[in-house]
């Protein structure tokens, strides 16, 4: 689809995107503001009751989870959790520092700094803040920013505490960690102005590069969760929650119209049917007799404990269970993704993909007669305990009933592919009420003077910089200024003038990209102790070629330069060490040399440095390869 | 035009703005200073903001404050969106064959609600709002409320905690299975120790129940100790009174401490209250009420009586380092009739005092010694000032605490005049709050 194509659905994308402020200390009390590696020492549980909206009205969703009876199991360890993030203490009043970056950020999106911040709390009772609320405020409204010639829209640059890790969900049990609570974030939402996938994109990218720009703000660019809102006409408002980095946003933009566009085109296939909400009978059949001796694993241990198998008919609609919506998701996908979430339900099965999964032909056939289905209509079944069952196929059929009107309004999560999956009902009016335990802070206009005279170069500078005056390629010149490596090097640059400079911005980006994608947890390893590694090769105590390797070591074992070069035997040989290994090595190629001469020298350096790589300085390895080489030729 | 309208919190030039451009708290308005453009819902102003501001509460749900620093600033009302007010939720039916509870009402963090429409924080006292947030409450027991004030505790004097006892009375007359009283935290364990006094031969539970987190908060403690105090008023085998918190960090137990024995001895946590120098009474969980002690008064017995009167000019002073004697002699010269001192370790002061407290002692006062150990028992035989304080009249008051002690010669002296009547009932247990023995378990 090209962009005319998208202007022409009506596409609208807002993006919500969050970044990680690096400051000492959390948003609302004095905890670093750090994750913790160290071991939970304390486990406590809590519930989280729904409270009403201001119009009387309660989150379904939360509702739901509520009365399932969700127990959430916190785990907090002593040095990045206080007695605030336990909801034992009220918050403490809000971090300045956290306050000037986010007004910076604001400054440089063009926005207009609020005369009074009011925190406020945002109910939120998935058990991801222990209070039940997110704490946030609005610290500027009316920004822009200019995406080649075009203005984009910023509605709103607030200031927020992050929420706790998830860290597993256990039948009616949820697993949090709590040393992320309450790291600030800044959100910065865009107007609905982006009409296309590549533009979000784009839009995303820049405003991801300003942000940057301040040096305070943590991790690689766009590494935390980004949120974006995507309506078509005749769609709906689609919430896309957790989209992991801003590279997958055209992705996502991209499959969710798509999604969309067939879930029109499954509406009218529908009505070309001759089908109507009325033809959905909403029935369940209790069909657990036919399965008791099953060879579907699934079914047979839902049975073996005491559960049911229950069927629902839908009448017509052979085959569209099957009907693609996205790559890999099928509109039984969307189903089964609706029964998961209220039925807690593993999936269901459906007749479009039978007889499959140890679920037999015979079954099936014992399954039309009993709900009375012809070979036009589909079958949907499931099975657990009968509370499951019934909300999971009662939730399956209401989902059924929304497709005759095309597209939900849901909020959906990016999985790592770009498709996007159910995940809740989109919330009610955002239900914020004042934070009353803070203190309103007023902006006195001489802060934001302040501010102002004292912003970052922008990004589009600092890349010119770094060409003209460090001698950056311009690729590795962007790659440092959308790191956030930038300071610590000029800092290292400043303290070693010895290093290459395009040595050390490789390394604080190419290889730490590298890492990143291999899954190397890369970004814990301190600023200090990337320092301290540059320390090291100015001062010859390792090689650059084992950059890669001790980097990945520091991160993994989170220890220093110095643990991991002995760890990994990758200390640089001695002198004595060195001529020892040449002579040898000469002396043992004599037929080589007596054949290549000179060339042998390469040949022989390449075999000590498979040997030796990153224990050794390759250019002074061949001179002395070299001077042994010829010794032996004279 | 509303000739009073609700402008809460605003005042001076802000307030005229407001008033002349006919709005008040609630009503949609568009704020323009400058060209710039504000559109949502007046909220109120709070009391300790500044005066210039006025409180817009944007479409997004987020509060902003505008600034009127200038004439350039115009408000203009707009057509109200959709009538919004506070909805009470169905109230759910209690049965009629369960027990009776009587829930009281005093005010405290229990009680307030929070206007989510303008951000007030409003009291609430009306059984709908409490079914509001724990609709769990009419399966255990058919519950009547009343409010009979709304104060925050540190404003809770000895003139509330005699019309708490009186109004207990009533509802022990009617026969009332149990009888739970919402209460302030910061002075609910004084407020229970003078019920415990005052509510002679209980024969139901009074539960004195508090929250640290305000009901409009989903992790508000509230539900869970409101369910565990009705629980108990339903069923619980003691008839006694007793505090009702969390146990612990997490949302599963509640523990009912002994209203003699109990303190807040945290500012914010949940499980603040502590029961001290005794076992806690009895522990709420899943429903059930689980007896922690063998040692409890039974319901059903005969013979109960309201006797809630309290003299005021009774005191508890903190000693420390350096404490001026000029203050004892102050109370003494003021009329007051008896003296509570929280001295240091076995029950201390330093000699310097002596003289005072000597003075106080021959002219007809009441001296009892406590410890601001809190934990463990007096004993003012072992060091020299001890037996010396002793000697002049102090009063070692065993393992009781500070402030129940206050509460107690309070009642005490509300009931006799002479001062050897008042020192054999304050070394009399009354209402388990003078044990003999220390176990090794009560501590910390």
């Known amino acids: ?634 | 035009m509303n000739r009073n309208p609700n402008l809460q919190g605003y005042k001076g030039r802000v307030r005229e703005l407001l008033l002349s451009a006919g709005v008040e708290v609630g009503d949609e308005v568009r704020v323009v200073r400058d060209g710039e453009v504000y559109e949502g819902v007046l909220a109120p102003r709070i009391e300790y903001g500044g005066e210039d501001f006025i409180v817009v509460k944007l479409r997004s749900g987020y509060n902003i404050g505008v600034r009127v620093s200038d004439g350039k600033v115009q408000v203009e009302k707009l057509p109200a969106r959709r009538e919004v007010r506070y909805k009470s939720p169905v109230i759910p039916e209690a049965k009629a064959t369960l027990p009776s509870v009587a829930i009281l009402g005093t005010g405290g963090t229990i009680a307030s609600r929070v206007d989510y429409r303008t951000g007030a924080v409003t009291p609430i006292f009306s059984a709908d709002d409490l079914y509001g947030f724990t609709p769990e409450l009419a399966g255990i027991a058919r519950i009547d409320v009343e409010t009979v004030f709304n104060i925050f505790s540190e404003d809770m004097t000895p003139k509330h905690w005699s019309i708490i006892a009186y109004k207990i009375g009533e509802y022990v007359s009617k026969g009332i299975d149990g009888i739970i009283v919402t209460h302030g935290t910061d002075t609910m364990g004084y407020t229970a120790a003078a019920l415990s006094f005052a509510l002679r031969n209980l024969p139901v539970p009074v539960i004195l129940v508090g929250a640290q987190r305000s009901p409009d908060r989903p992790s508000s403690d509230a539900a869970l100790n409101l369910i565990g105090a009705v629980t108990a008023a339903a069923y619980a085998p003691f008839a006694e009174v007793v505090v009702a918190m969390h146990k612990g960090l997490s949302d599963d137990e509640v523990a009912f401490h002994r209203g003699t024995r109990v303190r807040k001895c945290h500012t914010s946590r949940r499980d603040a209250f502590k029961s001290i120098n005794s076992d806690q009474v009895a522990v709420y969980r899943d429903y059930k009420i689980e007896m922690l002690t063998e040692d409890y008064r039974r319901r059903g017995e005969d013979g109960f009586r309201v006797e809630a009167e309290f003299e005021e000019r009774v005191a508890l002073i903190k000693f420390y380092p350096g404490f001026d004697p000029k203050i004892i002699e102050w109370y003494i010269d003021d009329g007051y009739r008896g003296l509570v001192i929280e001295g240091t370790g076995l029950g201390h002061v330093s000699s310097r005092c002596i003289p005072a407290l000597k003075r106080a002692v021959d002219s007809g006062v009441f001296v009892g010694m406590t410890s601001q150990c809190l934990w463990g028992r007096i004993n003012m035989s072992v060091y020299r000032t001890g037996r010396e304080l002793q000697a002049v009249g102090v009063v070692p008051l065993e393992d009781m605490l500070p402030e129940t002690a206050l509460v107690k010669l309070m009642w005490v002296l509300a009931r006799v005049d002479d001062v050897g009547e008042a020192r054999r009932l304050m070394l009399t247990n009354i209402a388990g709050e003078i044990f003999r023995r220390t176990s090794f378990r009560w501590y910390a």
């Open chain 1, 1 to 634: 689809m090209d962009s005319l194509e998208y202007e022409a659905l009506g596409l609208k994308v807002g993006l919500e995107l969050h970044f990680q402020l690096a400051t000492r200390y959390k948003l609302f009390c004095r905890c670093p503001a750090t994750l913790s590696e160290g071991e939970a020492k304390l486990r406590f549980e809590r519930r989280l009751r729904p409270t009403q909206s201001e119009l009387g009205e309660v989150d379904p969703a939360a509702l739901f989870e509520f009365r399932k009876g969700l127990t959430i199991v916190y785990e907090a360890d002593d040095r990045s959790t206080c007695l605030v993030e336990l909801d034992e203490e009220p918050p403490h009043s809000i971090n300045e520092e956290a306050v000037d970056i986010a007004l910076t950020i604001a400054l440089l999106l063009n926005a207009r700094p609020v005369d009074e911040i009011h925190v406020m709390r945002k109910v939120v009772i998935d058990g991801s803040n222990t209070t039940g609320f997110q704490r946030t405020c609005v610290l500027a409204l009316g920004g822009w920013i200019d995406l080649e010639g075009k203005r984009i829209g910023i509605q709103s640059i607030c200031l927020e505490e992050d929420a706790a890790r998830i860290v597993e969900r256990r039948g009616d049990r949820v697993y949090y960690k709590l040393d992320r609570l309450g790291i600030p974030l800044v959100e910065v939402s865009t107007s609905p102005d982006i009409h296309s996938p590549s533009e979000a994109g784009s839009a995303a990218l820049a405003i991801g590069k300003i942000v940057l720009s301040t040096g305070k703000v943590k991790s690689e660019l766009g590494s935390i969760r980004q949120d974006v809102n995507i309506s078509i006409r005749d769609g709906a408002l689609v919430e896309v929650k957790g989209i992991q980095h801003l590279s997958l946003i055209p992705k996502v933009v991209e499959n969710e119209v798509r999604r969309q566009v067939r879930l029109l085109e499954l509406r009218d296939e529908l009505r070309r049917r001759g089908l109507s909400k009325s033809s959905v009978d909403p029935t369940l059949y209790d069909v657990t007799d036919i399965f008791r001796q099953t060879r579907c694993k699934v079914v047979s241990r839902a049975l073996e404990s005491g559960g049911v198998v229950y069927a629902l008919k839908l009448s017509g609609f052979r085959g569209l269970l099957s009907w693609l919506l996205n790559e890999g998701l099928r509109f039984g996908t969307e189903l089964a993704d609706y029964a998961v979430f209220w039925g807690r339900l593993g999936g269901i099965f459906h007749t479009d993909e039978l007889p499959a999964y140890g679920i037999s032909s015979s079954e099936v056939e014992a399954l039309r007669e009993a709900v009375g289905a012809t070979d036009q209509d589909a079958i949907v079944i499931a099975a657990g305990s009968r509370d499951n069952v019934e909300d999971g196929l009662k939730a399956v059929a209401e989902r059924v009933l929304i497709a005759f009107d095309g597209v939900p309004e849901e909020t959906r999560r990016a999985e790592p592919t770009g498709v996007t999956r159910y995940m809740r009902p989109r919330p009610g009016a955002a239900r914020m009420y004042p934070e009353t335990d803070i203190p309103i802070l007023v902006v006195d206009p001489r802060r934001i003077d302040h501010l102002r005279s004292n912003l970052p170069e922008l990004p589009s500078i600092r890349v010119r910089k770094y060409v003209k005056e460090y001698g950056l390629s311009r690729k590795l010149a962007e790659e440092l200024v959308a790191s956030i490596y930038e300071n610590l090097f000029e800092e290292v640059c400043r303290s070693f003038p010895s290093l290459p400079a395009s040595v050390v911005a490789s390394t604080l980006t190419e290889t730490t990209t590298m890492l990143r994608r291999r899954g190397v947890p890369v970004d814990r390893v301190s600023t200090d102790r990337l320092y301290e590694l540059f320390r090291f090769l100015a001062e010859g105590r390792m090689f650059k070629e084992a950059i890669p390797d001790i980097l990945a070591h520091m991160a993994g074992k989170g220890v220093g330069v110095a643990e991991a070069l002995e760890e990994l035997g990758l200390k640089p040989l001695t002198d004595e060490e060195l001529v020892e290994i040449v002579s040898e090595e000469v002396s043992r190629s004599g037929e080589l040399i007596a054949k290549h001469r000179l060339n042998a020298v390469k040949i022989i350096l390449g075999s000590i440095m498979k040997r030796y790589r990153g224990r050794v300085d390759a250019s002074r390895l061949a001179k002395m390869i070299e001077d042994e080489v010829g010794r032996s030729i004279r």
